[in-house]
């Protein structure tokens, strides 16, 4: 994004720069050399500074702040690092250790922890990234930043120095490992990094309440860790811009603290939600003689996005338990009732549906969302699901012609006037419509062989173009248009589509918090990897995860091995650690106080439900404020389907937590699959009864190609092994000794 000319002003604290930033200027304390790039650490009495640059091309500077006066640097023994060094000073004192990536890459972590003397409260400070050009002046007039921190999601900046020739950097606060500072100070880091030009990085968050920060005497605490990427050569098309920035993210990913993800019995939770579908009379209302599940725990008017979205998870949980369903029958029989034969679409709302609602404003997603998992249902055989999707997809097209692929937020069913048009936060409309859009069009394509929808997908992927990291308003939406793209590279093969695929994906991990929260309650949640559902929402979704999910996939099945490896990393942890996080939208999995108890927004919570909280928060917050998702009820469905394999006559659940492909029974007691991860990582592999009882009458043998033998241990009833997560495997096993 262009710059305004606030950055051409000299500031107080750039100014105070120019006397360190010049070579030769300074108390040297260290100096190397990594790749490309001349490094070096200098120390004024208030200030410890990092300084990287490329010959003839300039730099950037860290800045870490030295507290109090007459401080007295010195280095210490590196033990590994390219630099170590302290300070020690009346105020307490400070350490600065900067590692470097082994391989060679240009890729460089700086933690700094200060220990106060005294109890010590810090102020506003100045952010801490200064540009500099070849001859050592501060110069941030031609910074290009094209990603910046959102709220509470990774701490991040994606930028270009105005000499292109140092490269584009990638620069990120570990907030993973500032959870000490944020409970010590009453802070959050909500937008603590921001490109607020002349000044740009990360500025110590405050207390909100007193306006600054107060830290304890004689207790270690981290002020930063920061960790940079950078790479000689730019890319500057949107597409290449894109896959630069996820080649980036997944090249510090292992720096970033992930934790491991837990094992989370999801059949149970599935076989729970069904019975609380089938029995509780919150989930359900009736109308017109037919059952219809609420969108919330007896709240809201029904709407055909959730009966379609229960019905097709609904069919995916059958076809796993080898069954077909009533509920899925019982919902289609009143899905009628959404049809409107004269516009020859599906309304949001019944007929009945009550004033306080306008039965006619449709949500540009809302339209799509439903005809995707009706295609789902038609694809997987139903014939009032076919004859219904393709009676409505004319309607979906000619929406999508009239609005020229770039849908407003709100509008009328019965003529397309528009009602609202931009979001308040960004000023754009839903802007990744386009991708869902493609993604049921390339449905229809698949139910009919019809060209004209495969070219309704390439039109709206094509449309999208342009708008880089501005991509994303709803997190599943733009994960359907990674997957829609991917698809479209293979039916095509043009792989411009693969490249739009990365402008995608890049868009949704600018919105993830790759960080792992203690800050009050939510230490009793995951929140790693997680997705705020909208460009500007303070929260994490229920629906949207599992949705995202479900899209990446198929994005994993239609990339297959050619997708550049960073990718496959990131989509790869991310549904790893969907499987742990989305365990805590579960009311009964949280402490009562980190649940939202009043001002819930749409109906109650019931803790004995098995249907998912809408919202969690990385802050903190108690979970549930939006309501309790009968909507989302699916999510328990599709990560059980998804994860764990059921085969017939296997007297026990095969889950891994990366998807395992090409799964075959050899005999009656021996399988061979292939683990789909990424190489050069570890994958879990567990055998699990699906009644949650002990498994303790199996004898298992694992066995890669390679012919080495994988142990597994036992772990609360299950039988787990560590292996490479790119495996092809042999699973043998004994009964009863047998």
């Known amino acids: 994004m262009a710059q305004d000319d606030g950055a051409s002003l000299l500031t107080t604290e750039l100014a105070a720069a120019q006397s360190v930033l010049a070579p030769g200027e300074g108390r040297l304390l260290a100096h190397a050399e990594h790749g490309g790039l001349s490094f070096e650490v200098k120390f004024t009495p208030q200030a410890l500074w990092v300084m990287l640059r490329r010959e003839g091309s300039g730099g950037l500077a860290l800045r870490f702040p030295v507290f109090g006066s007459d401080a007295v640097a010195r280095v210490l023994p590196a033990d590994g690092a390219i630099a170590s060094v302290e300070w020690r000073g009346p105020a307490g004192h400070a350490t600065l250790r900067v590692t470097a990536n082994s391989f060679?890459?240009?890729?460089?972590?700086?933690?700094?922890?200060?220990?106060?003397?005294?109890?010590?409260?810090?102020?506003?400070?100045?952010?801490?990234?200064?540009?500099?050009?070849?001859?050592?002046?501060?110069?941030p007039s031609g910074v290009t930043v094209e990603a910046q921190q959102r709220k509470l999601n990774t701490a991040l900046l994606y930028f270009t120095l105005g000499n292109a020739g140092f490269g584009k950097v990638l620069y990120v606060q570990n907030l993973t490992a500032l959870n000490p500072y944020f409970n010590a100070t009453g802070s959050k880091p909500e937008n603590a990094v921001q490109a607020d030009l002349p000044e740009l990085g990360y500025s110590l968050p405050l207390n909100p309440e007193t306006g600054h920060a107060d830290l304890p005497a004689g207790k270690p605490i981290m002020l930063y860790d920061t960790i940079l990427a950078v790479r000689a050569y730019p890319?500057?098309?949107?597409?290449?811009?894109?896959?630069?920035?996820?080649d980036m993210i997944g090249g510090i990913y292992p720096l970033l603290s992930p934790p491991e993800a837990d094992f989370r019995h999801w059949p149970l939770r599935a076989e729970a939600t069904v019975q609380d579908l089938i029995h509780a009379p919150e989930a359900r209302i009736e109308h017109f003689g037919h059952v219809y599940f609420h969108p919330y725990t007896a709240s809201e008017y029904p709407?055909?996005?959730?009966?379609?979205?229960?019905?097709?998870?609904?069919?995916?949980?059958?076809?796993?338990?080898?069954?077909?369903?009533?509920?899925?029958?019982?919902?289609?029989a009143g899905i009628e009732?959404?049809?409107?034969?004269?516009?020859?679409?599906?309304?949001r709302y019944l007929p009945n549906v009550g004033k306080d609602k306008?039965?006619?404003?449709?949500?540009?997603?809302?339209?799509?969302?439903?005809?995707?998992?009706?295609?789902?249902?038609?694809?997987?055989?139903?014939?009032?699901?076919?004859e219904l999707f393709l009676a409505t997809i004319d309607y979906g097209i000619k929406a999508a012609h009239h609005f020229q692929y770039k849908w407003p937020i709100l509008y009328d069913v019965r003529d397309f006037s528009v009602i609202q048009d931009v979001a308040p936060a960004d000023q754009r409309g839903q802007t990744d419509v386009g991708g869902i859009y493609a993604w049921v069009m390339l449905q229809a394509f698949e139910l009919t062989l019809e060209r004209r929808f495969l070219d309704e997908a390439i039109a709206a992927i094509e449309a999208a173009k342009g708008m880089r990291f501005d991509l994303n308003y709803q997190a599943n939406l733009t994960a359907w248009g990674a997957a829609a793209c991917v698809r479209l590279w293979r039916s095509t093969d043009r792989k411009d589509f693969l490249k739009q695929s990365y402008v995608y994906l890049a868009s949704f991990f600018h919105n993830a918090q790759i960080w792992n929260s203690d800050i009050g309650m939510a230490r009793h949640w995951r929140n790693f990897l997680g997705v705020t559902c909208l460009q500007d929402a303070p929260y994490m979704a229920a629906y949207e995860c599992?949705?995202?999910?479900?899209?990446?996939?198929?994005?994993?099945?239609?990339?297959?091995?050619?997708?550049?490896?960073?990718?496959?990393?990131?989509?790869?942890e991310y549904c790893r650690h969907a499987l742990d996080r989305a365990w805590f939208y579960y009311p009964d999995a949280l402490p009562e106080q980190g649940v939202a108890k009043e001002d819930i927004r749409n109906g109650y919570i019931l803790c004995r439900l098995n249907f998912p909280l809408e919202d969690l928060y990385p802050d903190g917050q108690p979970a549930g404020q939006v309501g309790q998702e009968i909507y989302g009820s699916g999510a328990a469905l599709i990560y059980t389907t998804r994860s764990f394999r059921r085969i017939d006559g296997v007297p026990f659940l095969i889950w891994?937590?990366?998807?395992?492909?090409?799964?075959?029974?050899?005999?009656?007691t021996?399988?061979?699959?292939?683990?789909?991860?990424?190489?050069?990582?570890?994958a879990r592999l567990a055998l699990v009864m699906e009644d949650g009882r002990p498994l303790n009458s199996i004898e298992p043998r694992l066995t890669t190609s390679d012919c080495q033998t994988l142990p597994f241990e036992l772990q609360d009833g299950r039988l787990e092994a560590r292996l490479p997560a790119d495996a092809s495997l042999l699973l043998a096993w004994n009964e009863n000794g047998r």
């Open 546 to 572: 599992f949705d995202s999910y479900s899209a990446f996939e198929r994005y994993l099945d239609y990339g297959g091995p050619d997708l550049i490896p960073s990718v496959r990393l990131l989509l790869s």
């Open 358 to 386: 306008d039965a006619n404003a449709v949500d540009s997603w809302y339209l799509y969302h439903p005809m995707l998992n009706l295609a789902n249902l038609a694809i997987a055989g139903n014939e009032q699901a076919r």
């Open 337 to 347: 009732g959404f049809h409107d034969k004269d516009l020859k679409t599906l309304r």
């Open 235 to 246: 890319q500057a098309e949107e597409g290449d811009s894109a896959w630069q920035f996820l």
């Open 670 to 682: 021996t399988i061979s699959m292939r683990i789909d991860g990424p190489a050069g990582t570890e």
């Open 303 to 332: 709407d055909v996005m959730v009966q379609l979205a229960i019905a097709s998870a609904l069919e995916n949980w059958g076809r796993w338990k080898g069954v077909k369903h009533p509920l899925v029958r019982e919902i289609m």
């Open 104 to 139: 060679g890459l240009e890729q460089f972590r700086a933690q700094y922890c200060y220990t106060p003397a005294v109890p010590f409260r810090i102020g506003k400070l100045p952010r801490d990234i200064v540009p500099f050009d070849a001859a050592g002046l501060p110069d």
């Open 656 to 668: 891994c937590d990366v998807f395992v492909r090409a799964v075959h029974k050899i005999d009656a």
